[in-house]
């Protein structure tokens, strides 16, 4: 009885066929399917050669950033050392003007005493 | 698969991987049949069965760098069309629905043969569940034994084995005197 039934079974379960109209429209789809997935494909292949002009303008860039940054420095430490030298210059003028200040007390001094007042006169 | 499918050669396939338009056409005028069918028995309808068809070839032309062989290929192909067709099944509302008789699609390549054993094979087809189904097309139009239907279908042998002897005993009690519905179509 089950042969019976599993030979019904194959017979009327053989593959169909789809239509003709079908088949060919089909093969069209997969096969422009196939064509976008090859393009997009092609232009994945491209990236590498974006990545690399990016990976060109990021380092120009950050060159550009570095002689900049290095420019700054430099004349944050040249306006440094000029006002050290400054500094140092006031302090110069500051020394001196108290020597001097001091030699003008002793001569003052000095000339402020009567000539008899020395000895022996 | 049928046998033209089964010949296709790794030869082909490796065209068609390359790119080979001509050899992809070739491909899909082989294994059509089979996917069709297979397709068109699970769903129900010729719309649904196109559609499904189609999806398949289209996830196969994305996929066939990692096709290694003709015999693979057939796998690949019962494997997708089985489980999508299962998918779309469970997801359907009304999967028990019986399509009207000029719905009925062709089951047979006998044209000649009882439109009556069509349609009463196709009420009995579509009374089954899902997965019962597939085991019973993959048994009987795909000619695979139970442990390459466990294979396809990730199933334990032992449900494929429980699904068959279910779906066998149902379609017995069910269908009707062989005699009037002979599908050979020959004349009294």
Redesign the interface.
């Given at each position: 009885?089950?042969e019976?039934?599993?030979s019904?079974?194959?017979?009327?379960?053989?593959?169909?066929?789809?239509s003709d109209e079908?088949?060919r429209d089909?093969?069209a789809?997969?096969?422009a399917?196939?064509r976008s997935?090859?393009d997009a494909r092609s232009a994945h292949g491209r990236r590498p050669r974006a990545r690399g002009w990016w990976l060109s303008a990021s380092v120009a860039a950050s060159l550009l950033v570095a002689a900049g940054v290095q420019h700054q420095l430099q004349e944050r430490h040249e306006r440094e050392r000029g006002l050290e030298a400054r500094r140092e210059v006031i302090e110069a003028l500051r020394v001196t003007s108290q020597k001097l200040n001091l030699a003008y007390e002793v001569i003052k001094n000095q000339s402020s005493f009567p000539a008899d007042d020395k000895p022996g006169a | 698969m049928?046998e033209a499918a089964q010949d296709f050669s790794d030869e082909q396939l490796g065209k068609a991987r390359a790119?080979e338009?001509a050899a992809?056409?070739a491909l899909?005028?082989a294994h059509?049949?089979?996917v069709?069918?297979l397709a068109?028995?699970m769903l129900g309808t010729?719309d649904l069965?196109?559609d499904l068809?189609?999806d398949v070839?289209?996830q196969?032309?994305?996929n066939l760098k990692s096709i290694v062989s003709s015999t693979h290929l057939v796998f690949w192909l019962r494997k997708v069309t089985s489980h999508r067709a299962i998918d779309q099944l469970r997801r359907r509302a009304r999967i028990e629905t019986i399509p009207l008789d000029e719905e009925i699609?062709?089951?047979?390549?006998?044209d000649d043969?009882d439109p009556l054993?069509?349609r009463h094979?196709w009420r009995l087809l579509l009374s089954l569940s899902p997965s019962a189904r597939a085991v019973?097309?993959l048994r009987?139009?795909e000619?695979l034994d139970p442990i390459d239907i466990a294979r396809t279908l990730d199933m334990p042998i032992n449900t494929v084995k429980s699904h068959l002897k279910r779906s066998?005993e149902v379609?017995?009690q069910k269908?009707p005197n062989?005699e009037p519905?002979r599908?050979?179509g020959k004349s009294p």
């Open positions: 009885m089950n019976e039934l599993e019904r079974l194959r017979a009327a379960l053989r593959p169909v066929a789809p079908f088949t089909l093969i789809r997969v096969a399917d196939q997935s090859s | 049928n790119g338009a992809l056409a899909i005028r059509q049949r089979s069709y069918s068109l028995r010729r069965a196109e068809t189609q070839f289209m196969l032309s994305g699609p062709q089951l047979s390549t006998v043969g054993l069509h094979l019973l097309l009987y139009q000619d066998l379609l017995r269908a062989p519905l599908c050979e």
